[in-house]
């Protein structure tokens, strides 16, 4: 906007500044207190006197002899094996943001090249299935997936992940799909291409920002799943979200809320550099389906 | 496109969609006709030096058969449709016919599993999604007018209570107003009344959740509209000042309506995410106080023992229902707008 509509009187700036300063807080704060937390012992983040005490550290000092201890994750990662959880949480989000964008990024060009009205029953019918509570689609699963002795393994995870994951990447990608101009295909096609050389040598070079930013958040989907994983994994299988709430089962004991809390902390680190470092693509996915769709 | 190249491009993720969404509905609506097999039961007599005793066993061996016979269970109509976890036709009736009052009835129906998941759940979708839409108006608002240096590490910031994962975010938020923690210690500290705990009440812990819901859901609304902003139209704006129009007319007759496509978009995201609202139920723990539809499905399948298949698929096919009955208004329109268009 231009700087005459921009200008505001001094009162409304204040307001506007003070309640963005408290949206910061609200945001980011939880996650500085827990991040800080997660170096002291239980009895100082869950002070039953003062909580100041996270602060001062009193009982870490008294306990571990420094005012930060990485007894939680030790605890976390060591002692209750949460890097199996974490390889687990590497293998099934890789997997499944490969295979979503290969199907995706194959079916949404379709999408957005063809015509006909059965295109825009698939994308309504995306849209539906896109609707589903993803527990629903879960308990359809278990009983058919005990009786074919395919329950509990990787692999099963994987699948159901993807197939969940397809109808908001087809959305996405196909919207993304329609703003590169069909001449392009069609004057490779002219050139002697094939439809399917076409797509692989000339609109996906091309389309590589909307596949990055696609597969964000197929890998958003796959990391923060606790549906799917929760039920459908083994518990040598875990990955780190069900893993995380099978230490809550535990919390009575003294030092295993503090391992929880540990593992919450490692597991944010990865969404965190993410944010971090694809903030645009974020933002951009995340208007793309409102703005052009 | 020819159809022939279209199939083969659509193929691989039309077929997952198929086997893994489609193929569960027609999962859950059979499995909701049966209810799991009844334990084969004998009765044994055990003789001792003290005389006979009759005792009934579960017969594990013929149990176990009775089970790889018949996967499903025991045939049972729309039997679970009707029982007290679900529908609860006939203590409904009880209730009606034992309570005069209004609110009597109210209050005894909401102990009923289904109904008391079904009110919060509507509760949840209704209280969340409006509040999310105005929070992220105001924060988009607020955000653009800002410095651009600044901009960056405040969107950063904004963006991290929706990325983060529903049971992570639950889970921190928990521990902080956990009595012992930041924020429960210190509610207790103004309140002057240590034995307050926002976990203790259902209002409390009702409020809590949705809370938890706005805190989350709230940066996916500020960003739509942020980027919506970007676009406004410059002319308008400056015909709108010139023309006299305060600055909250400007927003409400310029903006506003600039922004409301995107306000349906959200709306629709937010309806149908916040009605399998479900992993802050756990990451609360507030079972005692709040279950929602997609959490009693969740319960059902890790009851102890053998999972209620039957139960989970009947009110999953509820839950579907209500979707349905969710997505019918915009599916209408855009039949509408596509019949127009052609």
Redo the contacts between chains.
Sequence with gaps: ??A???R?PPV??VL??A??VL??V???F??L??LW?SFKVQGD????Q??VN?LTGVHTIAETGGPFTGRGYYGAWVTKEFWRAAINTGIVTVSVVLISL???T??G???S????RY??W?L?????????????????????F??LNVWGYLTTAI??L???N??F??WMLHSFFKSIPKDLDESAMVDGCS?FQA?RMVIIPVMWPGVVTTGLFSF?LA??D??VT??LLTQDNQTM?PK??SF?GTTQVQGN?MY??SA?VS??VP??L???FF?RQ??SG??A???KG | ?P?R??IW??L???L??L??????????LV?SLFVENERVLVTVENCGPFGCQKEVRVDAQATAALQREH??GRFNGLGTYGNRSHLAFSEIAAIWNARPTLAGFLSEVMTLPFYRALAFTLAYTAVVTPLVIALGF??A??????PRMVK?P????????M??????GS???F??I?S???IG??IQALANDPSLSLKASATLAWITLFVYGI?HSA??AF??F???LQ??P?DT??SA?IDGAS?WE?VRYVVLPHLS??VV??ALIQL?DN??V??PI?GF?AQANATS??FN??N???STGT?L?GS??A??VL??AG?AL??TPV?VR?WRD?KRSR
């Design positions: 906007m231009t005459k509509t921009r505001r409304l700036a506007s500044t309640f963005i949206w910061l609200l945001a980011a939880p996650f207190w827990t937390g983040f869950f002070s039953r003062d909580w996270a290969t199907f995706g194959l079916g060009y379709a999408l090249r063809s015509p006909h295109a825009f698939i309504i019918a995306a849209l539906i299935f896109r609707a589903m509570p993803h527990i629903t689609l879960v308990s359809g699963y278990l009983l058919p005990f009786q699948v159901v993807v197939a969940i397809q109808p990447t087809l439809r797509f958003l990391y923060n606790f549906a929760a039920t979200v995380i709430a809550l809320v929880a809390v919450v597991a944010t969404l965190f993410l944010v971090l903030q974020i933002v995340l208007t389906g409102a703005v | 496109m159809h190249t279209f491009f659509i691989p993720s039309a997952a969609m086997i893994f969404i489609a193929l569960p509905i027609v999962s859950i499995q996967p499903l105001f924060i608002l607020a955000v653009d007018a800002l960056g405040v969107i950063f910031m904004s963006l991290l209570p990325m983060i994962t529903p049971l992570i889970l921190v938020l521990w902080m956990d012992n923690g930041i210690a210190s805190w940066p996916f960003v739509v942020y980027a919506g676009t406004v410059q704006m400056e000042m600055r400007r496509p995107l978009f959200v149908m009605f399998r479900f992993e756990v723990s539809l997609s499905i969740y059902d399948l890790r999972p298949f989970a698929a009110t999953s839950t579907l979707v969710l997505l599916l855009t596509f």
